[in-house]
């Protein structure tokens, strides 16, 4: 779920249900992998972070799955909650130990439908 | 409390009026950096710093300046703003470029 242009992709879920979220990344040489939530009028929160040698992490009701072949990453979310309606941010870092920082995807709005 | 802080939350100025944005990290972090967010654009880095006095360009570098003379502040400089650098403003700090990245709630820049 990544948008080129000025709208978010916008993924709406039932109250309780699951929640995934796509990203689609660019770089084959990164190796590292953030998930960030971004509620209304405040900064991005670290949700999950996921290296190159996994495929999967989980955390508190969330999980992060990594597929290097295809260069996609997403974020499950179980028993979706009203407090999860926010803005949803990949990143990736590449391997080639440049200090350069993150580099984000557009991001995805997940509203929770009650 | 570990965090990271930002002011002022919100500007308004006037095109050419020099301004700074500060931000502070109470974590020891070696590493922060400025991003700025835009609408269908998601964050992009403008400046970065991997420690005291060394600074370094991101994506977006034109018309930014940043100092890092203490490991904690790394203030955001605009030397004269002009309209397009109205956004959303982002400090964040880190162990390291490849580490989770602590943000600042955000400081809204309105350059009319």
């Known amino acids: 779920g990544e948008s080129v242009g000025l709208h978010l992709p916008t993924l709406s879920v039932q109250e309780g249900d699951n929640s995934i979220i796509n990203c689609a990344y660019s770089?084959?040489?990164?190796?590292?992998f953030i998930w960030y939530k971004q509620e209304s009028g405040k900064g991005p929160q670290f949700i999950i972070d996921i290296r190159s040698n996994m495929d999967k992490r989980q955390g508190q009701r969330v999980t992060v799955l990594l597929n290097k072949t295809v260069k996609h990453l997403s974020l499950q979310i179980a028993a979706t909650q009203p407090g999860d309606s926010a803005v949803y941010f990949c990143?990736?870092?590449?391997?080639?130990?440049?200090?350069?920082?993150?580099?984000f995807g557009k991001g995805t709005h997940l509203i929770i439908q009650p | 409390e570990a965090q990271v802080t930002q002011n002022p939350r919100y500007l308004i100025t006037v095109t050419g009026k020099k301004l700074t944005v500060t931000c502070s990290q109470n974590m020891n972090h070696e590493y922060m950096s400025w991003y700025r967010q835009d609408p269908g654009l998601g964050l992009r880095q403008i400046y970065y710093s991997m420690n005291v006095e060394v600074t370094d360009k991101g994506d977006v570098p034109e018309g930014y300046k940043v100092s890092r003379k203490e490991k904690r502040n790394f203030p955001l400089i605009l030397e004269s703003p002009s309209p397009n650098q109205t956004s959303l403003y982002f400090c964040a700090s880190s162990f390291a470029a490849n580490t989770e990245a602590f943000f600042g709630q955000g400081t809204r820049l309105t350059v009319v």
């Open positions: 770089n084959s040489a990164s190796d590292y």
């Open positions: 990143a990736e870092k590449g391997s080639g130990g440049g200090a350069d920082g993150l580099t």
